[in-house]
């Protein structure tokens, strides 16, 4: 009996124990939704909607996807439950059938892990993926995003059919969440009802053009997507028209919602991380050679200016860092004219014999040095070299040292003549040139345009200009809380290991901008979430 | 690449780490429940805490007191900014004290106390909004001191102690508010050591100038809790991480600082006795919190800064009946934290102390001690300012509200 009585002494000062906040965050009015209503919020895009980081899909991204964190500060204001097709790992990448079909996520790795690269070492994670995109899961999911997604795929009915992954009329990560295989993106966005929704599309219309090197084709005029390769660049005014009909369907019943504009490529570190002059003479693989190289390309270079394009001449400096030597499309090409001045030279023969060839070889070396440096030039500023060309630059191209080797040439020269970005011009896909770059820019430029005027048009659809806060990343960071993140590679904490993506600080900074402009537009007073709290790159 | 080191290493500045400064006030049921005045009370063998030199004066040729306590605490933390909102579950903390007294002869006393005056158990949510200060802390001290008194004359008699401490402490908290290893589990630390012994010792005056009046002082020296060699636990620490944090050892000093009390007590009325204490805790010998790590966090050092506190004791009894005396107590209690320094591992800051208690005379040998203490804190808006990363100070704020209440139980009996 005594006990008992004890016992409810504890519990009852338990009770009256408990520490209450006379103005608690807790409370039904502290925050304000203003004119909002996020009852029902859907978020619609791609890549940069899923959660993506690391060149992967996984847990951790989609935790801290940016639709994912504003529903966790929606949550404050009577906001609803977000569902996301989660994928089944934390490793990221796709298993279709047993074959993997997208990469593992990658993570900073290495034993030791090395901090003397111009580019840390990354590896993906060895294990294998788990998600088998054909294990449709059953919806609606709030988060209605595809990596990989451009404008006008949200409008298609077979984007989300499994027998089009292999050819890529379908997006794996559709055709798990898809309601149906005809579904398209749009419409199972739609079918929710949203009262909010967030709309973040047109970054592949541009960056799978960007990433691959401007091996694409800019598909300026054409208007019909089903002819598109997959690097190609969108017309504008297809993407106008794709862009209207994605709002309209998203506001047909009176939702509010924010759309985000298009950030410029030179504004991640996929093209800004990799010097366009890596070449240090104090490397020791390098540095000894340059008297020869210097000695081979003044032939060349002789050549160049006898056919009228000095600006062509390949010199290597031997006491700062030069630049590497590309293919740059735009140039005409002049690999027989090349060839020919060799062959018309007294001087040939000689400077054939003095690389140690008999003087039989002169119309092999002759043809080769045309063949390979016909459209060629040393890159300048104007040159975006993309981030894994950091991994092959001062490489030997073994499939090329083995086909001079074939046609004749000694081992040690056909090496030689097969170092990428030195004796061998990068191909296109690993430069970004000022002409493809300007391609970009002035789709991204159009784009943006639409976005502003069609979000205008609509009384409740306000933009945010990423664009702006991502060229800040540049350019000083973007801090609060003490972080700061800036665009730097691996280090600035601003972008995952992809150098495309943001890493999750990176989309809670992302989420901030969005939510202040919530806040201004829509009279609300939603809390913002503490950028320092959320982890950069992963370190294995 | 010097930018990478520096980003792995910013990781890894900045660790702060904490220990000490919780006194826990509960040394006795009856002088508890006299708002823990006591340093004038000649009333039983809670003396031997309160001031060693009035054992001289108690009844009886053997006095022993035990009892326990069971604190409740609970704090909430909330951050505006943020929208945070967090409270602590804190295990249920459980002071206790025996004390005993021997009386030799006319003027030689002797006394032996063992008792639990510093210790705290704190624990917020893992991973918290606050988990690179704190996601839990235990410390814990038992004092055992045994006890000397003479009386020099009826009216004043001297004594004093040696103090041998044991302690413990297990610590842990996130190592930074971002680090994961690859599956997202946040990298923490714990550091804990147990058996730790140190050394102090208090003395005491106790003055009757006239008759029902009593004045008394009493200083307990600090005692350091030095650990040398503690055990230390990384967890979820990325293997490719190019610095070592592997688990090791810890070596750190947590002061418990020196404490002077002056007071007096006074009967009136007969039934009535009215006491009051003054204490003053050298907290400021606490500046900061050195923990060196034998691996590459090497020293990591963190300001505390407390201050000097003060504690002003009023307490009450009165003789009911033969049978039963009530008593009441009230105190004011200043906390050694400073603003800007508001770490969540001592969410203290001033208080208010109500208590009350009873006791029920069984026979004229034995009585049963009863005690309750409700520790009142207003709302208070600070920070914790000195947390770093990457050479930059990161405040952690917020708005925070402890309450705490501890009922005891206890026996007396003498002989």
């Known amino acids: 009996m005594k006990n008992i009585k004890y016992i409810a002494i504890i519990a009852l000062g338990l009770v009256a124990c408990e520490p209450e906040l006379d103005n608690s965050v807790e409370d039904a009015s502290f925050y304000s939704a203003g004119t909002a209503d996020f009852s029902t919020f859907v978020s619609v895009g791609n890549s940069l909607t899923a959660g993506y980081a690391d060149d992967a899909l996984y847990l951790d991204g989609q935790k801290h996807s940016y639709p994912n964190i504003l529903a966790d500060r929606f949550s404050h204001v009577d906001g609803g439950a977000f569902t996301q097709p989660l994928v089944s790992d934390n490793i990221g990448g796709l298993m279709l059938g047993g074959s993997p079909i997208a990469d593992t996520r990658l993570v900073l790795s290495g034993d030791p892990l090395v901090l003397t690269n111009l580019v840390p070492p990354t590896d993906n994670l060895a294990q294998p993926s788990t998600t088998d995109p054909t294990n449709v899961l059953v919806g609606p999911f709030n988060n209605v995003s595809a990596p990989g997604a451009k404008s006008f795929h949200l409008l298609s009915d077979v984007y989300g059919e499994a027998s089009g992954i292999l050819d890529g009329t379908a997006n794996p990560y559709f055709v798990r969440m898809a309601s149906s295989p005809s579904a398209t993106m749009l419409g199972d966005a739609v079918a929710q009802n949203p009262t909010f929704f967030s709309l973040w599309i047109g970054n592949n219309d541009i960056l799978s053009f960007a990433t691959s090197g401007g091996v694409g084709v800019d598909q300026l005029g054409n208007l019909n997507p089903t002819t598109y390769g997959g690097n190609d660049i969108t017309d504008p005014t297809l993407f106008h028209g794709t862009y209207d009909a994605l709002l309209n369907g998203l506001t047909a019943n009176g939702a509010k919602g924010v759309v985000m504009n298009l950030p410029s490529v030179t504004s991640i570190p996929y093209f800004t991380t990799v010097p366009y002059a890596p070449l240090d003479p104090t490397n020791p693989d390098f540095g000894p050679q340059i008297p020869t190289l210097n000695g081979i390309f003044s032939q060349l270079n002789g050549v160049y200016a006898y056919l009228g394009v000095p600006e062509r001449s390949i010199v290597f400096s031997e006491t700062s860092a030069s630049a590497v030597v590309i293919i740059d499309e735009n140039l005409v090409d002049l690999s027989a004219q090349i060839t020919a001045v060799f062959l018309g030279s007294p001087a040939f023969v000689p400077f054939v014999e003095s690389l ?71 191909e296109d896909k690993w430069v970004l040139t000022a002409n493809e770059l300007t391609m970009i820019t002035n789709a991204q430029t159009a784009y943006n345009n639409s976005i502003s005027m069609l979000a205008a048009a609509k009384e409740n659809v306000i933009l945010v200009d990423v664009k702006a806060a991502m060229e800040q990343l540049s350019i000083g960071g973007l801090s609060s809380n003490g972080v700061t993140i800036t665009g730097e590679y691996a280090t600035g904490g601003g972008f995952s290991l992809d150098g495309v993506h943001p890493t ?11 939510l202040k402009r919530i806040n201004e537009e829509f009279n609300a007073t939603i809390p913002e979430t503490n950028t320092g709290n959320y982890p950069t790159v992963y370190i294995d | 690449m010097k930018k990478l080191l520096s980003f792995v290493l910013f990781f890894l500045a900045g660790s702060t780490l904490y220990a000490g400064g919780y006194r826990v006030s509960i040394q006795g049921q009856k002088q508890l429940a006299m708002g823990h005045t006591g340093v004038a009370v000649i009333s039983s063998a809670e003396s031997v805490f309160f001031n060693p030199a009035s054992i001289s004066f108690l009844d009886g040729k053997m006095n022993f007191s035990l009892g326990v306590s069971g604190i409740i605490g609970e704090t909430r933390y909330e951050n505006k900014t943020y929208g945070i909102a967090e409270n602590t579950n804190n295990p249920l903390g459980t002071p206790f004290n025996v004390f005993a007294t021997y009386k030799a002869n006319n003027w030689l006393s002797f006394g032996l106390g063992i008792y639990t005056p510093y210790g705290s158990s704190v624990e917020w949510e893992k991973d918290w909004a606050g988990s690179h200060l704190v996601n839990n802390i235990e410390l814990k001290a038992i004092f055992v001191q045994p006890t000397i008194a003479l009386k020099i004359s009826d009216q004043l008699s001297i004594g004093g102690g040696a103090i041998y401490a044991n302690g413990s402490v297990n610590f842990n908290k996130n190592l930074s508010r971002s680090l994961v290893d690859i599956d997202g589990n946040r990298t923490n630390v714990t550091i804990k050591e147990k058996g730790i012994s140190a050394w102090g010792y208090t003395i005491g005056i106790m003055i009757k100038p006239i008759e029902k009046l009593n004045i008394g002082f009493n200083y307990r020296s600090k005692v350091d809790m030095v650990v040398e060699g503690g055990e230390t636990d990384f967890e979820n620490v990325p293997s490719s991480l190019p610095n070592d944090l592997s688990d090791g050892t810890f070596n750190a000093t947590l002061p418990m600082p020196a404490e002077i009390t002056a007071g007096i007590s006074y009967e009136f009325c007969e039934k009535f006795l009215f006491a009051f204490d003054y204490n003053f805790a050298k907290w400021s010998e606490y500046e900061a919190l050195t923990v060196e790590f034998s691996n590459d966090i090497g020293t990591s050092t963190n300001p505390r800064n407390y201050k000097d506190s003060e504690t002003f004791r009023f307490g009450l009894q009165y003789k009911a009946c033969d049978k039963i005396t009530l008593r009441t107590g009230v105190y004011f209690d200043e906390s050694p934290v400073q603003d800007g320094y508001f770490a969540p591992e001592t969410p203290r800051n001033d208080s208010v102390g109500y208590t009350g208690g009873l006791s029920y005379k069984v026979n004229d040998k034995l009585s049963i001690d009863a005690s309750f203490l409700y520790l009142h804190f207003e709302e208070i808006d600070n920070s914790y300012d000195h947390y770093q990363e990457n050479g930059q100070n990161v405040p952690f704020e917020g708005t925070y509200k402890s309450s705490v209440i501890a009922p005891g139980i206890g026996i007396s009996y003498k002989l």
């Open chain 1, 356 to 426: 140690g060839l008999p003087a039989a070889a002169a119309p092999l070396v002759a043809n080769l040095l045309g063949t390979t440096y016909g459209q060629s030039r040393q890159a300048n500023a104007n040159d975006l070299l993309v981030l894994p060309s950091s991994s092959i630059i001062g490489t030997i191209n073994q499939d090329v040292a083995d086909g001079l080797e074939a046609q004749g040439l000694p081992a040690a020269m056909a090496t030689q003549f097969a170092s990428e970005g030195i004796t061998l011009p990068l």
């Open chain 1, 504 to 514: 999750a600080r990176g989309y809670a900074f992302i989420s901030n901008i969005i």
